[in-house]
């Protein structure tokens, strides 16, 4: 019982069963209460390093894209084509398979991070589409194809994932090795708001409602499972 304890805490287990009125039950007890407080320490511990580990990616990341523009300065020139070279190198071309909005947030915040015009962010965008993605927005008026909302709303209307999907993106979607924990936050926080902004979950009791129900179905369909394989060996 005590091979989980470090030495310190082993000792005063020890000491406590050394004493007269020593107590099994309350020994045990005592023991677990250790055990549970240093896996508190321990956890405490990580999520510190987790979020000192984000801050630093954060600043190293921020730092590498002032570089960059700076770099992109010193040339009026040539500024226009170092952006659609670089842009290309910290975000992929947009897939069919993946969630649109998710893809925009993501060109998003690399555009703002080079400090692209907005009004140039459609030229930049098209450079990363599918040819036939590209066709949706080239039938638009020369106004409203230049516009970055108005492309934006028409890829999302064209591409719109339902609520479910969105569900099912939060809970199985795993972090790309390529991308920062920093891309990884806002991926799943795309992907939840999609959920219940699609469900239009606009108060604290209706999301508890929510994510209680959700959790509920999970059960039920482990409960459901087990039954079925039970049966099945009967």
């Known amino acids: 019982m005590k091979g989980d304890l470090d030495e310190n805490e082993f000792w005063i287990v020890a000491g406590y069963e050394l004493c007269e009125d020593y107590d099994e039950e309350l020994t045990k007890n005592i023991h677990s209460t ?3 407080d240093r896996k508190a320490r321990e956890e405490i511990l990580r999520i510190e390093e987790q979020k000192e580990k984000l801050r630093i990616e954060e600043r190293e990341e921020k730092l590498r894209f002032e570089q960059l523009r700076l770099g992109a300065d010193t040339s009026k020139e040539s500024d226009t084509k170092f952006l659609v070279k670089e842009i290309s190198k910290f975000i992929h071309r947009f897939d069919l398979k993946e969630d649109i909005s998710l893809y925009l947030k993501l060109f998003e915040r690399q555009a703002q991070r080079l400090n692209i015009d907005q009004e140039n962010w459609v030229s930049h965008l098209l450079g990363l589409l599918p040819t036939e993605v590209s066709h949706i927005i080239a039938r ?3 106004d409203k194809a230049n516009s970055y909302e108005h492309v934006k709303d028409l890829l999302l209307k ?9 569900r099912q993106l939060f809970f199985t979607h795993q972090k790309a090795p390529e ?8 991926e799943l926080n795309t992907y939840f708001n999609g959920w219940i ?12 409602d929510l994510i209680i129900t959700d959790q509920l179905k999970r059960k039920l369909l482990l409960n459901l499972k087990d039954t079925i394989l039970m049966n099945g060996q009967i």
Not at 158 to 166: A, G, I, M, R, V
Not at 179 to 186: K, L, V
Not at 197 to 208: A, E, N, P, Q, W
Request: aromatic residues 18%.
């Open 197 to 208: 902004d699609g469900l239009k979950i606009d108060t604290f009791k209706k999301l508890s």
């Open 140 to 142: 638009e008026p020369d």
């Open 179 to 186: 991308r920062t924990w920093i891309d990884f936050y806002h």
């Open 34 to 36: 250790i055990v549970e």
């Open 158 to 166: 064209h591409f719109k994932l339902t609520p479910e999907k969105f």
